[in-house]
């Protein structure tokens, strides 16, 4: 990744867990690379729930013994970069409201499609936001439709569409709900006798819960003491979106997402970009951390070294992360340096997972070629990003997108390379074989299967 394209949010919920505000704050750790403006936890203790969020790292906010406040056996937390809605502590999550069944606590992964046409009927029906999240139309739909059984609940999933993974923390249960196209991520663990559901496994390899499965598109989950219920709130379930750019970017390799582990996903990138777009070079450089996977496959279908040409500053936190394009520029500066002597007289291919603003590549070619590089070439394990996404990921106008402004021989100059090569869309949805047509590429092919109102 280019850096330049804003992740979107994570979510773990306990239920019947001892410490389990502790658990949730240990899993929002790992869950930190898909949003790192504002986390919280709510938990629920006889009847009554506690909340704590604010603005920044989740080491930030809950390493002070902050999980003390929150009692009780069950806890939803949430990580967040603003896809929708500002950057403030009011749109920081969970959300809490009160409506005829109680309390309810809710966290939010993914960007409501229709979230323009659901807040003007709410409103027109005397509703009163007090954020600017999408997300708050949740608990609006809730009080709205009274939704205190499991069935009422159901149906404020089914009436909200895509895209959405929640979770939904009331005194005596937790929902958990994966919208009918599945775009966001959602998987079911056990923690003992306790019950786990997280955006990736790798927030249950943190707290030591065994993954159970995926949270099926269309499913609701109700865990209760009376154990684990599953209702389709679907009905016809349409063929699933799954955002391809998880597997691509987001997710961390060693999750486990749509039943396929990153890291595998993005070395079979890789070797499928060197059949496609082979490059005659000395060594392949990884653009640090998110090209590292796919340079690896790139480097061993063509049998050619890859070498830590560049490293990268991991204290200056992933730049497509901080809001506002100066602060990106400013990380993104800092953020990379050469290896001068493993560059130096040769010809060089970086590969990254995609490219979308340009912002953090667009000086690496000269910079490369000033530390002797003799070749700079790229190559991109993904398709060109020509459009935007409204599903939850935060590139939402086409001018920002370099593919859509410029030709690729206009990137190539731009970037100072040599050469410039993507990987086929075709290609790309060819390695899942017949599950080729259950993955959104919509950022690519312009094809949009859902759309805003
Ligand atoms: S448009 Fe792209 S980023 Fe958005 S959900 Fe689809 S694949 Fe993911």
């Not at 949003?35 to 809950?62: C, P, R, W, Y």
């Not at 070619?365 to 002797?372: E, F, S, T, Y």
């Not at 920002?400 to 970037?415: D, N, T, V, Y």
Request: glycine content about 12%.
């Amino acid at each position: 990744m280019d850096g330049q394209i804003h992740e979107e949010c994570g979510l773990i919920g306990l239920f019947g867990v001892d410490g389990a505000a502790s658990l949730a704050a240990l899993g929002l750790h790992a869950l930190q690379h898909r949003g790192q403006e504002s986390a919280g936890i709510a938990t629920s203790n006889a009847g009554k729930l506690h909340l704590v969020k604010g603005m920044g790292l989740v080491s930030a906010l809950f390493s002070k013994g902050e999980t003390g406040q929150l009692p009780g056996d069950a806890a939803i937390g949430h990580v967040r970069y603003s896809t929708a809605g500002g950057s403030n502590f009011a749109n920081a999550q969970p959300l809490l409201g009160r409506y005829t069944g109680g309390e309810a606590a809710l966290a939010h992964n993914g960007n409501l499609a229709w979230a323009a046409r659901l807040q003007r009927d709410l409103c027109a029906s005397g509703a009163l936001f007090q954020t600017t999240a999408d997300s708050e139309i949740f608990l609006h739909l809730l009080a709205r439709e009274q939704a205190v059984d499991d069935e009422a609940i159901a149906r404020v999933f089914s009436l909200a569409g895509p895209a959405f993974s929640v979770v939904l923390l009331l005194a005596d249960r937790l929902i958990a709900a994966r919208d009918p196209y599945g775009y966001r991520p959602l998987v079911l663990g056990r923690s003992g006798s306790g019950w786990v559901v997280a955006s990736e496994t790798c927030a249950f390899d943190q707290i030591g819960a065994d993954y159970e499965r995926e949270i099926e598109p269309g499913e609701m989950l109700v865990v209760s003491s009376a154990g684990c219920r599953s209702l389709d709130f679907a009905g016809i379930r349409p063929r699933p979106a799954r955002c391809l750019l998880e597997l691509i970017y987001f997710a961390r390799p060693d999750s486990l997402v749509f039943g396929e582990t990153p890291h595998l996903f993005r070395q079979r990138c890789g070797r499928l970009l060197a059949a496609e777009q082979p490059a005659h070079v000395d060594i392949v450089v990884p653009i640090p951390d998110s090209g590292m996977s796919a340079a690896m496959g790139y480097a061993a279908a063509l049998n050619i070294p890859w070498e830590r040409g560049l490293i990268r500053n991991h204290y200056v936190g992933r730049s497509f992360i901080s809001p506002g394009q100066e602060a990106r520029v400013a990380a993104v500066r800092m953020k990379n340096n050469v290896v001068g002597e493993v560059v130096k007289g040769r010809r060089v291919v970086l590969v990254d997972d995609s490219l979308i603003r340009g912002t953090t590549t667009q000086t690496l070619g000269h910079v490369l070629r000033k530390a002797g590089a003799r070749e700079v070439h790229m190559r991109i394990a993904c398709p060109p990003t020509r459009y935007p996404c409204s599903y939850g990921v935060d590139f939402p106008r086409h001018e920002e997108l370099l593919a859509h402004k410029f030709s690729l021989g206009q990137i190539r100059e731009k970037l100072n390379l040599d050469s410039l090569g993507y990987l086929s869309l075709q290609g790309m949805t060819g390695l899942f074989g017949e599950k080729s047509d259950t993955f959104c590429t919509s950022c690519w092919s312009g094809e949009y299967r859902v759309h805003p109102e």
